[in-house]
């Protein structure tokens, strides 16, 4: 047994209860791990309290529901942190009041937290993580949890386009072989849409604007949003089906959430590095998918013109490389 493995194994034997948290605005690697690794450890050890924490979304009900607390025994008990970087973007309350926690992530690292750390970046996503930790210990498997699984990790890679290696096709075999998924349920769960995102993305086909470095970039009302019957959360998880248009290297779309006092920006790029930028707003990510919570509008402003030079620094790097070949 791997020491990593062996070491999140240990403590996972080590503890009665056990909270298992990911970022906040989750999506289904957030998800997939997270309630993945809960009824691993459940099947594994019926005793153990296991508790999957953290706001609810209602487009990832199939997930299963989550748990809702009043207290946690920040002392005693065992919090492992999923597919998240930073200390604030755990969610769960009081976070850095757990004396004994696990870090699983894929993305760079940004904060140091936990006591055993594993993180390995060019993972496609924390599910396979969490996937090999089970596959490496005597942590039990199932069809459900194998489904969790897979809808995690093709999630994430967006159907294999991206962070996709052949560690990860030979994994997702495995997983389809001895758990027989049915593939074709799995996907249409994680990508059936509903009348009014369709509509949704059609408003933002139309509205996208693209400047002459191949910067894109839309701001929605929430009041836009609200008027086509679809809820804030819509627009995030549209992003990546904006990819591979000949026109566009950077995508941006900003979204207002009026209760929270928060502006939402997800990035997508297909060129130009853009974790850094994010960063600088206290954002942060992939190299090319990352996001960015702010409740300043002029540091939008801001990102948005740093994301266009980032494009047009990038179109002239290419002009070069052409010119002297």
């Known amino acids: 047994m791997n020491n990593i493995y062996k070491s999140i194994y240990n403590e996972i034997k080590k503890y009665k209860i056990i909270y298992i948290a990911r970022h906040i605005g989750p999506d289904p690697d957030a998800f997939g791990s997270q309630m993945a690794l809960k009824y691993s450890i459940k099947l ?22 989550l748990d809702k607390l009043e207290s946690y025994d920040y002392e005693n008990g065992l919090l492992i942190v999923c597919d998240t970087p930073d200390n604030k973007r755990v969610d769960i309350e009081n976070f850095l009041s757990f004396k004994h926690v696990i870090k699983i992530d894929h993305h760079p690292k940004v904060d140091t937290f936990g006591s055993i750390e594993y993180i390995r970046e060019n993972a496609s996503s924390a599910s396979e993580l ?24 093709f999630a994430d ?19 389809v072989k001895n758990y027989k998924l049915d593939i074709e349920s ?24 693209v400047d002459k470095y191949g910067f894109a970039s839309i701001e929605i009302d929430d009041d836009v949003i609200a008027s086509l019957g679809c809820d804030i959360s819509a627009v995030s998880n549209m992003i990546n089906d904006f990819n591979n248009i000949n026109e566009i290297l950077v995508w941006t779309f900003v979204s207002y959430d009026r209760k929270n006092n928060l502006y939402k920006v997800n990035i997508r790029s297909r060129g130009p590095v853009i974790n850094e930028i994010a960063s600088k707003y206290h954002g942060g990510g992939h190299k090319y998918a990352s996001g960015v919570r702010t409740e ?21 790097m290419e002009e070069d490389n052409n010119g002297n070949n």
């Open 296 to 316: 300043i509008k002029e540091d939008v402003s801001s990102l948005l013109r740093d994301l266009s030079n980032a494009c047009k620094e990038y179109k002239e």
């Open 157 to 175: 890679t967006n159907r294999f386009l991206f962070n996709t290696t052949s560690e990860t096709f030979e994994l997702v075999s495995k997983l």
């Open 186 to 209: 799995l996907y249409r769960k994680v990508y059936a849409k509903p009348l009014c995102e369709v509509r949704l993305m059609g408003y933002i086909a139309s509205s996208l604007k």
């Open 44 to 65: 594994t050890f019926p005793e153990k309290e296991v508790y999957a924490l953290g706001a609810s979304v209602s487009r990832f009900k199939y997930f299963g529901k």
């Open 130 to 153: 969490v996937y090999e930790i089970i596959e490496n210990t005597k942590l039990k498997n199932n069809m459900e949890i194998a489904g969790y699984l897979y809808m995690g990790i």
